[in-house]
């Protein structure tokens, strides 16, 4: 089965600009992640989408950090304004939908996106 | 709230001989406890997992780990290194039940450094 697929791989941008990272999970999971990973650190969630809705959003920082899944589906993350502390690789995961017995096997990670603010 | 603590930044280890990664973990009940392992500029791979049972589980690549529930302990272990076991990896725990929202909570990592 295809993997979660994750885009741009790397991206580098001016502090106070804006950036979007995007996830496609696979296929049939209805369950979505987004993980922050800061060098040095283990990954932290920022978010957790079952199908289009938020589950666990509560250490996003939502004053820059927005996130949405509107078909179920893909799901875009977006950071409006960067700061150089947002410096990290962006994971996102998926899993079988939450409550069928099936998330206690783990989830699948994507590559991710390293981000790099100057 | 659950935590998840890896006591050693990095662990070296000469090739052929044993390797142990060190996790120790909180939670409330019952844990569901993960191993991952991260190459560089790669995602998160997934090892193996202790749901419940035996408290020896063996996952990918010939890895294992002990699950010790006296000691809240889940140390990864390996008979023989490789030098391709060389990458960071990351002990992770779930609270038990579907309430608990499939969050998993992860170490800080170790960096393993096999040397030939």
């Known amino acids: 089965e295809a993997g979660v697929a994750q885009s741009p791989r790397y991206k580098i941008i001016e502090k106070r600009q804006s950036v979007a990272f995007w996830c496609n999970p696979i296929?049939?999971?209805?369950?979505l992640y987004w993980y922050q990973q800061i060098l040095g650190q283990g990954p932290k969630l920022l978010i957790q989408?079952?199908?289009?809705?938020?589950?666990?959003d509560s250490q996003l920082p939502k004053d820059r950090f927005s996130a949405e899944r509107l078909k179920g589906v893909d799901s875009t993350l977006k950071i409006q304004p960067a700061k150089l502390e947002d410096s990290a690789v962006y994971l996102c995961?998926?899993?079988?939908?939450?409550?069928?017995?099936?998330?206690?096997?783990?989830?699948?990670f994507g590559s991710g996106t390293r981000l790099t603010v100057v | 709230a659950q935590s998840v603590a890896q006591p050693e930044d990095q662990v070296n280890v000469a090739e052929g001989n044993p390797l142990t990664v060190k996790c120790t973990y909180s939670?409330?009940?019952?844990?569901?406890l993960f191993w991952y392992v991260q190459y560089p500029n790669r995602g998160l791979q997934f090892l193996l997992k202790?749901?419940?049972?035996?408290?020896l589980v063996k996952g990918s690549y010939g890895f294992e780990a002990e699950f010790n529930k006296s000691q809240t302990s889940f140390h990864l272990k390996k008979p023989s290194a490789l030098v391709s076991d060389s990458a960071l990896y990351f002990c992770?725990?779930?609270?038990?039940?579907?309430?608990?929202?499939?969050?998993?909570?992860f170490g800080g990592g170790t960096r393993v450094l096999v040397k030939p």
């Open positions: 995961a998926s899993s079988p939908e939450i409550g069928t017995g099936m998330t206690a096997y783990g989830y699948t």
């Open positions: 992770a725990v779930r609270a038990p039940g579907e309430a608990a929202g499939n969050k998993l909570t």
């Open positions: 296929s049939g999971h209805a369950t």
């Open positions: 939670v409330s009940g019952n844990p569901y």
């Open positions: 989408f079952q199908n289009n809705g938020v589950v666990d």
């Open positions: 202790y749901i419940t049972g035996d408290n």
